[in-house]
């Protein structure tokens, strides 16, 4: 049995516990699950088409069809068809994990003197033809080397990952359900399967949220606790969605969600009571509508769909939205969104009105004329990922598999810059462990032979031993590798703040996959939050939303690049007690070996 390490998991991984309920469904009203028949292999262009659209393209409405074979790539190897993003990982924690002062969560440890020493002891497998040009990591190298041109590298749709957050029972999983059953990922015999183990419960509204919420404590709590992974393709994209956890608990995942994410769905309960309690500060607390936007904005998400749910059961849904959009977008431009980059539609996952499908005429989502949920999504202007900088690829899920010839460890994630191939070298950091990639994953298919910068990525590697690469773990070239350092120079900017920041606060830090804890050691600069220029030096203590430099010593070696050279390894986040008290980027890496 695969040893699991990863907080991500595959959404059919329990699908085994329920084969039993495969050829009947008594006991139970399905009603609203036999509305739509699904066409899980209906090409796109045969499906109904939407009208016009509002948003930031002028793209087609894009029904997909769900041409993606059923099943689920696993960490253990099955010999399934891929089908929903394989997620690889599994839950890294053993129960819910809160923000302390004390946790570390998923560290980073060295493997060697001062992370860049020496190899760690453990079996490497070498590759069984590696060759001189197998180093080489740019584009037209590995390219040339298959025999494949640049323009046949290019999938037919640019891949898009697409991470959906938002307040506890906002309906993020049942929207999100109900998309992938409308495109045809899962067919009508899971749906109605979902279905009926929800009701066997006692839960036959969690349906199409089941469709995504796969774990059993998930189930009996109502609550994404993981982040679930399914993927699908529209008229224009290769979509991976990310569906983020909306528990303040569980925060921690919805970061490494997001730190994988191209644009963002911003999910909004719009029943009565259901908007405030998301948005609205009780004392020190706020709901997760503000800190998953916040975060979100930090982290580097520029584009942003807003989804208010829910409006179907009101009488007054157009008044509602309005409401809801004048008291929301104020506070998404002061994150500092644009206007331009937010998209604002409505939806519902119980009747499934707007999203793939324009409402109808009794419907009483009738008056909106913006937006499918899928026609957002084919708005969303495509980030470019650089593929001419070297290899880096961080671990957000880690688990041991085994295949003919032996073990190995099985690392998911995307690959931030740089590309790669089978039998490529590869190195490990920070414990500067030389590897190959024996197998690739990319996008959800199988059997690829490389993959570029922008790709979600599985990536199986010759090692023998899990505890070689942790979360956080970096693969990267050989020939130049990511420092590895606990000392780094950064610009934040604070949030609110219960108290002031003084020398040697500590925190909880997040970088890409990794969580760790640091404090700060010293307090260089205070900037004008607009200019950036510097106001003071040496500040004694840091104020709510002020902009300073600062140095961070972190408890542990961690792998991460100057923010101007490597945006997606640059960001940071803190948090305290629970709460996001700051984000901010890395200016400068110190030396793991001398201070500088």
Not at 116 to 136: I, K, L
Request: proline fraction near 4%; charged fraction near 25%; hydrophobic fraction near 35%.
């Amino acid at each position: 049995m695969s040893r699991k390490v990863g907080k991500y998991y595959d959404a059919d991984d329990y699908d085994d516990y329920y084969d039993d309920y495969d050829d009947y469904y008594e006991d139970g009203d399905y009603d609203q699950y036999d509305d739509y028949a699904p066409p899980p292999t209906q090409s796109a262009s045969k499906q109904k088409k939407g009208s016009g659209v509002a948003g930031n393209n002028n793209s087609s409405s894009s029904k997909s069809g769900g041409n993606q074979a059923q099943g689920k790539s696993k960490a253990k190897s099955k010999g399934k068809a891929s089908n929903g993003g394989g997620a690889g990982g599994g839950q890294a924690q053993s129960k819910a994990s809160k923000e302390g002062a004390n946790v570390v969560g998923s560290k980073v440890k060295a493997k060697g003197a001062e992370g860049q020493g020496s190899s760690a002891p453990a079996a490497v497998e070498q590759p069984p033809s590696a060759t001189a040009h197998d180093s080489r990591s740019d584009l037209s190298a590995v390219l040339q080397d298959l025999e494949i041109d640049a323009q046949a590298a290019s999938p037919s749709k640019p891949s898009l990952m697409l991470v959906v957050l938002g307040h506890v029972d906002a309906g993020k999983s049942t929207l999100m359900g109900r998309l992938v059953a409308e495109l045809g990922v899962v067919d009508s015999k899971e749906v109605r399967r979902r279905a009926h183990q929800a009701n066997q419960i006692g839960k036959g509204s969690f349906g199409w949220a089941w469709l995504m919420d796969e774990r059993p404590e998930e189930r009996e709590r109502g609550v994404t606790i993981d982040v679930a992974k399914r993927a699908f393709e529209t008229d224009n994209r290769q979509v991976t969605i990310l569906d983020a956890p909306g528990h303040r608990d569980f925060v921690t995942n919805a970061i490494s969600g997001i730190s994988q994410a191209d644009a963002a769905i911003l999910v909004i309960d719009g029943s009565v009571g259901g908007f405030e309690s998301g948005f609205e500060k009780r004392g020190k607390i706020s709901g997760q509508t503000r800190e998953h936007a916040q975060l979100a904005k930090g982290i580097g998400i520029e584009q942003l769909a807003v989804v208010i749910t829910k409006l179907d059961k009101s009488e007054s849904g157009a008044q509602r939205f309005d409401d809801i959009r004048d008291k929301l977008e104020p506070f998404l431009k002061s994150c500092g969104y644009q206007a331009k980059s937010m998209q604002w539609l409505c939806a519902s996952g119980t009747t499934g009105d707007n999203i793939v499908s324009k409402p109808e005429q009794d419907s009483k989502l009738n008056w909106f004329s913006g937006p499918t949920v899928v026609e957002a999504i084919d708005n969303f202007v495509m980030v470019e990922h650089n593929q001419d900088k070297p290899l880096r690829v961080p671990a957000f899920s880690v688990s041991s598999t085994k295949q003919s010839g032996g073990g190995s460890v099985l690392t998911t994630g995307r690959v931030a810059t740089g590309c790669l191939r089978v039998n490529s070298p590869v190195t490990v950091m920070p414990g500067n462990l030389e590897t190959h990639v024996k197998s690739i994953v990319r996008n959800n298919q199988k059997g690829a032979k490389f993959a570029l910068a922008g790709d979600a990525v599985e990536l199986t590697l010759g090692l023998d031993d899990l505890a070689c690469v942790e979360i956080g773990s970096v693969v990267c070239s050989p020939a130049d590798k990511i420092k590895a350092s606990e000392r780094l120079k950064v610009k934040i900017i604070t949030l609110e703040l219960g108290t002031p920041f003084t020398l040697g606060q500590s925190l909880i830090v997040h970088f890409h996959a990794a969580r760790i804890q640091g404090r700060i050691t010293k307090m260089l600069a205070l900037h004008d939050p607009k200019s950036g220029e510097e106001t003071k030096k040496k500040p004694r203590l840091l104020k709510s939303f002020q902009t300073a430099t600062i140095e961070l010593t972190l408890s542990e070696t961690i792998c991460v690049e100057k923010y101007e050279d490597y945006p997606s390894l640059g960001r940071l986040v803190l948090r305290l007690g629970g709460q996001t008290v700051g984000v901010g980027k890395v200016t400068k890496v110190y030396s793991a070996t001398k201070k500088d």
